[in-house]
């Protein structure tokens, strides 16, 4: 059933800047990237190699895949339809985050291999954040 208020993504074809192994495994899974800035690049696993992170869109439903440097086995967070709508104070998008802001609304982490980046995943005003720490993803709490 279509929602009046979805919004529809924009084809991965658009985003010339993704590995080709990335933008092969999107379009395997029929996504569109949801509209804004939801493509984004950083080393985020501390390797000094582009890591990518894409809000995929499919139908009414988006999801975080987070792609390490060389992979086109991405690790998926938070599949919801929230956020996927016109108005910009409620839609969904991703941005860098850095281990300051993380650490402001998380105070007592304090991993010993603290990462630079971050991936924050938000939704009007509610966020989650994804770090690369110890060789897998946290997900901590972002803005709220």
């Known amino acids: 059933m279509f929602h009046p208020l979805l919004r529809p993504g924009v084809p991965v074809s658009r985003f010339r800047q993704l590995p080709d ?4 495994d999107l379009n395997r899974r029929s996504c569109n990237i949801v509209r804004g800035n939801n493509v984004i690049s950083e080393d985020f696993a501390g390797t000094g190699r582009r890591d990518w ?3 995929c869109q499919q139908g009414n439903q988006a999801s975080l895949m987070l792609y390490l440097a060389g992979s086109s086995k991405p690790a998926i ?3 919801h339809g929230a956020g996927l709508v016109d108005d910009p104070e409620l839609a969904r998008g991703i941005r860098v985050a850095g281990w300051d802001y993380v650490v402001r609304h998380n105070p007592g982490i304090r991993p010993a291999n603290a990462p630079k980046v971050c991936i924050e995943d938000g ?6 954040i994804y770090c690369y ?3 897998a993803w946290a997900v901590l709490t972002g803005a709220d």
């Open 77 to 79: 967070f938070g599949t």
């Open 21 to 24: 192994s990335v933008a092969r």
């Open 123 to 128: 939704v009007s005003m509610g966020s989650l």
């Open 133 to 135: 720490v110890n060789g």
């Open 53 to 55: 992170a894409v809000l």
